[in-house]
């Protein structure tokens, strides 16, 4: 890889990501970029070689790192990029600012973001991924995004720029968000606490949150609307399909189905990457010989294969 770009921020060569994201999993990046503050990642993407890939990354909730690392420059937004503000009936997130932290701002200043309490993760990832959890999500409420483009310039992006759609979105290609703005419907913070409070009872109650897991690990094979929007009454429930394939607990190597949800791939111990990835596979393929339903990954798997 040529010289990259001199930083204010922290530039480190060959650094591990098992530990940055949930699952405890993975390689190498190539390198791993902490950007001082925005005008220092869009200077160091103006002035790095263009064929230098960049890969940008949140917490790493949702996220396999295959075991080979990845050839690139991983960005990955600190304490410059997680401010939380509110304006009127706006919100003002960084990208780095945790999804629960902008529930709870919100609440306290009377505004309804309460569907990002259970979500984990930060804001830049649930923009990319159009997180959603209770019937709402990021395409109901997000108005604008602001973006570091590849070539280093800053941009503003409406919404409807972005396409988002069911666990997707389009930005360009190697575009890094750096915050968000959402507008969100009144309420009196007590109750909205009281609604949160709530919502983590019951995701508490039924997903395997003491767990090393990403979340839900495949999309519910149901169609939905442009927005992500399902229709409840006909959705079908990849735990449910999972279920009937006989592969709640299903275990390769330290990766099993977890027993409590079978939709949550959870590192139990020891796991490779290549062992969660390998399980989530023999699950797709034990689904689609029982019911002829193709499962799609929700987690992002990224990176290399180990050489032999």
Known sequence: MSALPETRGVLTPDRSLAELTWLRVGGPADWLFQPADEADLAAFLGALDPSVPVF?????????????????????LGRGFNGISVESDRVVAGAAALD???????????????????????????????????????????????????????QVLPASALALRYRQSELPEGAVIVSAVFR?????????????????????????????????????????????????????????????????????GGAQMSTMHSNFLINAGG?????????????????????????????MRVGEYPQD
């Open 100 to 154: 629960a932290h902008v529930a709870k701002r919100a609440a306290e200043a009377g505004l309804d973001l309460t569907f990002l309490r259970t979500i984990p993760g930060s804001i830049g990832g649930a923009v990319r991924m159009n997180a959603g959890c209770y019937g709402s999500y990021v395409a109901d409420v997000l108005e604008e995004v602001r973006v570091v483009t590849r070539q280093g310039a800053v």
């Open 56 to 76: 940008p990354m949140g917490v790493g909730s949702n996220l396999i790192v295959r075991d080979g690392g990845i050839r690139a420059v991983v960005i990955r």
């Open 271 to 299: 796991a490779s990457a290549a062992d969660l990835e390998n399980l989530g596979e023999e699950v797709r393929k034990k689904v689609y010989q029982s019911s002829g339903i193709t499962l799609e990954w929700e987690i």
């Open 184 to 252: 969100a419907g009144r309420g009196d913070p007590a109750a909205l606490e009281a609604k949160m409070a709530e919502q983590i009872a019951k995701r508490d109650a039924s997903q395997p949150t003491k767990e090393r897991s990403a979340g839900s690990t495949f999309r519910n094979p149901a169609g939905r609307s442009s927005t992500g929007r399902a229709d409840d009454t006909h959705e079908l429930k990849a735990w449910k399909v999972i279920d009937d394939a006989g592969m709640r607990g299903a275990r390769i």
